[in-house]
């Protein structure tokens, strides 16, 4: 099963605007993680956030994680059309398998 | 920088017929791992290896195996081919298990005909 479910699954935007994707998560985790695809291409690293903190920036990217409410968002502010991809969270849990879980991902389309 | 590499990129298979897809990768990590990307799915775990000389299953580990040949190496096999391995799968490896980014190869692209 899914460990991390992205909210909204599809999502179209036009340039200039920020895009916020959101995603929830079953398990304690030791961190989150966050991975854009590009299409036909693998996964590429965005952002880390460990259990302990609350929010991370990282250019024009802004993570939250809210470990109450298993939650955490991707904000990408001042979006290109370069930043058209899918976006992937990825969950270390703290128990089982020690293996990042992903989830579905959100497909970001950014117009011109 | 080659990072993680997989061949081959595309494969088209004949139902029960077998393959080894490779994965190798040059950044000294200790952990490798295969997933599936099946459209709306996600990536799902296959197997993993914490280290040379383990290997634990994942979330679909059936119809697969896996062999940590070293360090650098991570092979995926498929003794019998079914249409419903039709996929695309990953490679990846991480210093550490999840604790830090991982690092994917180009994916191959499998149809099982």
């Known amino acids: 099963s899914q460990q991390g479910e992205e909210d909204p699954q599809a999502l179209s935007i036009q340039e200039g605007e920020n895009a916020t994707m959101n995603c929830s998560y079953k398990?304690?985790?030791?961190?989150l993680q966050w991975y854009r695809q590009n299409s036909g291409r693998g996964l590429v690293h965005l952002i880390l956030?460990?259990?302990?903190?609350r929010e991370k920036h990282s250019g024009r990217l802004r993570v939250t994680l809210d470990t109450s409410k298993k939650s955490s968002s991707l904000l990408i502010t001042a979006s290109r059309a370069a930043d058209t991809a899918s976006y992937f969270c990825?969950?270390?849990?703290?128990?089982?398998?020690?293996?990042?879980?992903f989830g579905s991902g959100t497909r970001l389309q950014v117009q011109p | 920088n080659a990072g993680v590499t997989q061949t081959p990129k595309f494969q088209v298979l004949k139902t029960g017929q077998s393959m080894t897809l490779q994965c190798a990768q040059d950044?000294?990590?200790?952990?490798m791992y295969w997933y599936r990307q099946d459209p709306g799915m996600g990536l799902r775990l296959i197997y993993y290896?914490?280290?040379?000389?383990?290997?634990d299953k994942g979330e679909v580990p059936n119809g697969y195996n896996v062999s940590r040949l070293n360090k650098r190496e991570f092979s995926l096999r498929l003794e019998s081919a079914a249409p419903s391995q039709t996929s695309v799968y990953f490679c990846?490896?991480?210093?550490?298990?999840?604790?830090?980014?991982?690092?994917f190869g180009q994916g191959t692209r499998l149809t099982v005909v």
């Open positions: 990846a490896s991480s210093d550490t298990r999840g604790h830090t980014e991982a690092f």
């Open positions: 398990t304690s985790i030791n961190n």
């Open positions: 956030i460990r259990s302990n903190e």
């Open positions: 990825a969950t270390d849990s703290d128990t089982g398998r020690r293996a990042l879980t």
């Open positions: 950044m000294n990590h200790n952990s």
């Open positions: 290896s914490a280290s040379e000389g383990t290997t």
